[in-house]
């Protein structure tokens, strides 16, 4: 019975991987499309979310059916909980790129965003892949410390979407508030990314240490 829930928890993991993988390649898609009007890149994102969206049912029915085959208790139920908290924060950070890649959609031919607030999406995209990657990296090889790192991640990307607002907001802003509104959902999706892979870093450090992360 051990050796099988082993491994179960084999295959959740490397689903969780794959999940990670997934969402990372969206993201930085999605941001291609957004910057360079890049319709394929943009028509890609939205067509494999379903991809995603299968990998999470996946992990929730071998979850379902861990859970009843084996009773796990303690450190053991504590593994498939997280898998299912984790997956449920990768399949949000899938539906992030989408809306970030329909955006690019909605604006085609044209970029969605003006030359001005290129600079600031392409530091958000840049904080986004390295949280995407240490995620991929923990759920890999499990790693309190690099885990902890997404919480100083997440900072520089709230900074950056304060830099957003400052443009945005400023009496100079010569587009409008269609590209006003634009730019300010554009920035919110990058900043839940990012959450979302701090939420499931603190999984993975709850996973690894028995202690849950005190904000």
């Not at 295959?11 to 991987?17: K, N, P, T």
């Not at 100083?152 to 009496?171: C, P």
């Not at 300010?184 to 979302?196: I, K, M, N, S, T």
Request: charged share 30%; proline share 4%.
């Amino acid at each position: 019975m051990r050796e099988e829930f082993q491994a179960d928890l084999t295959e959740v993991s490397r689903l969780l991987v794959t999940m990670a993988e997934s969402v990372r390649a969206a993201m930085r898609k999605a941001t291609t499309a957004l910057l360079t009007a890049d319709r394929e890149a943009a028509d890609a994102v939205v067509d494999r979310d379903a991809e995603v969206d299968e990998i999470y049912r996946q992990v929730e029915a071998k979850v379902a059916d861990t859970i009843a085959r084996q009773a796990p208790v303690a450190s053991d139920l504590r593994m498939v909980i997280t898998a299912l908290h984790i997956s449920a924060d990768l399949e949000r950070m899938g539906d992030l790129a989408e809306h970030v890649a329909k955006t690019a959609l909605r604006r085609h031919p044209s970029p969605a965003v003006p030359a001005e607030l290129r600079p600031v999406f392409r530091q958000m995209a840049e904080v986004a892949d390295r949280m995407a990657d240490k995620i991929t990296v923990v759920l890999a090889s499990p790693n309190a410390d690099l885990a902890a790192e997404l919480e100083k991640d997440d900072d520089a990307m709230d900074d950056l979407e304060r830099d957003l607002f400052k443009v945005l907001l400023h009496d100079d802003w010569p587009y409008g508030a269609e590209t006003a509104i634009d730019g300010a959902l554009l920035g919110r999706f990058y900043e839940r990314y990012a959450d979302h892979a701090v939420n499931a870093g603190e999984q993975m450090i709850y996973l690894i240490t028995g202690e849950p992360v005190v904000n």
